[in-house]
């Protein structure tokens, strides 16, 4: 047996740099806000920050479109205020992972620029360049019917040599062809640079879209969508995918002494998929982000929403637990940068709910087997934001979305509210620090509207109450860090087909947990569990709604227990 990696035993934390902590007064979040807010990272104990993207970028997606890989964008700071930031960081034993966003530049990256110059520029083949198809009337169509991820073709016509360019994002996110050993060696370059400058590891955005059948053959036709078609087979999880990320193991990460961590972000990304991906012997990624559980509230497509299951929700955990259980490793989410608020969607976020429901959240999660990644304000609870109209939506997805939903004819009340339920901008309101103007975020007029609720919501009132959202995610994160069966006990689902109980436990040499949780605001009796009176005389490690009058006894609205024997 060799030693478990570092990383079973670690809590990442990701920030969203636009939206943690300005320091400057221009009202967007920055380095120097960061490197402000590290005691209080360090407080809620966590060992790795994931930063979201903060190079040079016009931020058509805020920052996910790169114009240069090896600086800073001005809005956030200088490659001097990063260094600080990881020293200061490191300093606090804090790790540091960079956004490694690669399947794509912006358009204004010179890779591109160059690329679009000619068609026999040396960096014409460093994208995705295709000469038109012709329609009937004699017009230029799109080399396949592929749609973006944000609406509408993922194709662009270029004046300049009349041929089109792949873009699976927004139009000014180009995609790179990773068949061309130039864009790889670049990419491999630029990482060991980073590495060499401090940084801990990657998140590496949509990496499974690196691969593409080179062909590039059309995809099955979407129902109500006028000549788009669905790219994904020909792109997730492509064909040179693993001989891909095994080259930048090679290139970038071994050899090399440090503890480092990388993370796959991977839509539509299966568990036999992910045993390979993060098989140590195969030396590709330490771990992947899935989306099936994040999938489960939606319909045809992501914003036809339907109500949540919390048997499917075990069902998905669970097997990705199975899956995992031998090879590989699992990372735990419940929310990003992309994702609607866990509180306002998994729980409950009515006022006599949302403590104690956000508190299960981060007990069940964590309580798993895998990495947690904590989102910020999550350990406060943050809820979803009260958006009053079309207008409050700034983010590219829904803005592209909204349009093309309305112009194609349907009702603009109901894309609202799908929008409402779904939008990723509920994720990018201000971190609430406290309860002046602006929840303490800026000083200036923040780029985003605060969410009002930041009055009762905010860091400093959470970290002055012991009994905070704040404080059981720090005693959640400390349990990983003192009771070895977090982060290595096998894992067992228990009561699956139970409609309200989320129960599990783990074992651990000799020692077994025991996890029981709510999900309702009704009464909810324990004697559903086959050996409940064999945990009648364990010890309660961890509640979230004040002492129970046993550790059997029946659970309160949302209550979370993990117990010890
Ligand atoms: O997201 C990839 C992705 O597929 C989705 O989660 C995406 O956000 C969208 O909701 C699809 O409908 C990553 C980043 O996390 C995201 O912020 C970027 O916009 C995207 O890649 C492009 O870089
Ligand atoms: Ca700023």
Redesign the pocket.
Known sequence: MTEAPWFRDAVVYQIYPRSFQDSNGDGIGDVRGIIDRLDYLHTLGIDVLWLSPIYTSPQD?NG?DIADYQDIDPTFGTLADVDELIAQAHARGIRIVMDL?VN?TSDEHPWFVESRSSTDNPKRDWYWWRSPGESADGSPTAPNNWES?FSGPAWELDEVSGEYYLHL?SRK?PDLNWENPEVREAVYSMMRWWLDRGVDGFRM??INMISKVTSLPDGEPIPGSPGLGDGTPHFLNGPRIHEFLQEMHASVFEGRAEKLLTVG?M?GVTVDDAVLYTDPARHEVDMVFQFEHVGLDHGDH?WDRRTLDLRELKTSLGRWQEGLAETGWNSLYWN???QPRAVSRFGSDAPEHRVASAKLLGTVLHLHRGTPYVYQGEELGMTNVPFASSEDFLDI?SVNYYRMAVESGSDAASVLDNLRIGS?DNARSPMQWDSTGHGGFTTGTPWFRANPNYVEINAEAEVADDDSVFHHYRRVIELRHTEPAVGHGDFQMLAADHPTLYAFTRSHEGVELLVVANFSGDELALDVLDDLDGWAGSTLLLGNVGEPSSVTAPLRAWEARVLRR
């Open positions: 997606d996910y966003v794509h991820f994002f996110q955005d949509v972000e839509p992501k990003n940068h992309d997805e990723r």
